[in-house]
């Protein structure tokens, strides 16, 4: 077999005539029903997208307005969950704030503990005996102005009225009156009558 028997096929435009009525085109009557039929096919796929796109709007619709719902349990979820998180470190800063204070107190404790322990020991020892105080012989008494005597004292830097009033027996309204002051200010270097036997 050569190739040209294998090759049975006729070219293009044989195949195309034989197919389309002997090759004088498209006749007036099959153009319109072929246009008709598309017409049909527009106006249905038109329809289709018209009230199949509605439905679909309100199906649509229906599952955005679920969408939403769930977003907004989720959110409520998510408020809860960050309340709880907040009292968890709340607590959690407590935990810290208790365990601070037994830590102290564990300290405390030791240190009761270390005082008694000493103390005990302390009450176990002896007693031992006080040696005697030797025994003071009483001063000569100090001869005290009389009425008549009236003695100075020299007003030193740092002293009050009250710290020199005490000095020598008296109230400090006392020391103010017998030297006439009217405020309770003084200087160092101001002498200041002395008269406690009044």
């Known amino acids: 077999m050569e190739l040209r028997d294998l090759d049975m096929e006729p070219p293009i435009g044989e195949r195309a005539g034989r197919r389309f009525g002997?090759?004088?085109g498209l006749d007036s009557q099959n153009k319109?029903?072929?246009l008709k039929a598309a017409g049909l096919l527009l106006l249905f796929i038109l329809l289709i997208l018209f009230f199949g796109g509605r439905r679909g709007?309100?199906?649509t619709a229906k599952e955005l307005d679920a969408v939403k719902s769930r977003l907004d349990g989720l959110e409520n979820d998510l408020a809860r969950i960050e309340a709880v998180e907040q009292k968890v470190a709340s607590s959690g800063n407590r935990?810290?704030?208790?365990q601070a204070s037994v830590i102290s107190l564990e300290m405390a404790t030791r240190n009761l503990e270390m005082t008694?322990?000493?103390m005990t020991?302390?009450?176990e020892k002896p007693v031992q005996p006080v040696p005697p105080k030797p025994q003071v012989q009483p001063a000569a008494p100090q001869k005290t102005p009389t009425s008549l005597e009236r003695r100075f004292h020299e007003v030193r830097r740092g002293e009050t009225?009250?710290?020199?009033a005490k000095k020598y027996g008296?109230?400090?309204e006392e020391l103010r009156n017998d030297n006439k002051l009217s405020k309770s200010f003084i200087q160092p270097g101001q002498k200041l009558v002395i008269d406690p036997g009044k």
Do not use: P, V
């Open 22 to 24: 002997g090759g004088s």
């Open 32 to 34: 319109q029903l072929i």
């Open 57 to 59: 709007d309100i199906d």
């Open 95 to 98: 935990i810290m704030e208790l």
């Open 116 to 118: 008694t322990g000493r």
């Open 121 to 123: 020991d302390q009450m």
């Open 161 to 164: 009225l009250f710290s020199i």
């Open 170 to 172: 008296m109230s400090a």
